[in-house]
């Protein structure tokens, strides 16, 4: 074991270079945010076929489609049929498929369930909702039974019981008078 023998005043005279290393070291290795450094937060440019695929379902630029995660996401699951309690290629339900986006495309965990995902959002007007805020619905006298994730042009993504996983105007005569709040996800 070797042990080494500092006199004091080389410690005194180490402290402000120890300091300033700290500092120096905190600076360039912490990071300033989860979301910065999350791949699944930065946007993939979506390819060709996909972007002019949603442009015009949604009635929009092929430019304003620039989320490739998110498209991409809906086009492998559109058409997968309703399975309440569903999280699978099988089968999905509504809010399990809100849960499966914002754990895959924006790295983010969510409640699982329709009720407690209205409980993480901060209210918007409609004229206010942007791509990846939540929709609500309430169906058969139940407060918030159906939810959807809004995409733009007025237009959001869900699961519905009849036709599966689908894109829908909101404005749609028949769901539009169930609709009930929307917000973003705090």
């Known amino acids: ?52 695929k949603y442009a015009e379902v949604m009635e929009v630029s092929k430019r304003k489609i620039e989320n490739g995660n998110l498209y991409s996401f809906i086009n492998d699951w559109e058409g997968t049929r309703y399975q309440f309690g569903g999280l699978s290629k099988k089968g999905v339900d509504c809010s399990g498929l809100v849960y499966l986006i914002y754990r895959d495309v924006y790295g983010r965990e969510i409640p699982r369930m329709t009720s407690q995902q209205v409980q993480v959002i901060k209210r918007k ?41 689908i894109i829908e105007k909101l404005r749609n005569p028949y769901t539009y008078k169930y609709f009930y709040r929307g917000g973003t996800v705090k």
């Open 1 to 52: 074991m070797v042990l080494l023998w500092f006199k004091p005043s080389f410690l005194t005279n180490l402290r402000p270079l120890l300091f300033i290393l700290a500092i120096a070291s905190c600076t360039l290795f912490s990071c300033k945010s989860k979301k910065n450094l999350s791949p699944k937060t930065r946007f993939e440019k979506p390819s060709n076929r996909i972007a002019n």
């Open 125 to 165: 007007y409609e004229s206010q909702l942007r791509e990846g805020d939540l929709v609500f619905f309430d169906y058969d006298g139940k407060k918030f039974s159906h939810v959807g994730l809004y995409l733009q042009n007025g237009y959001y993504v869900h699961a519905s019981t009849r036709k599966g996983v």
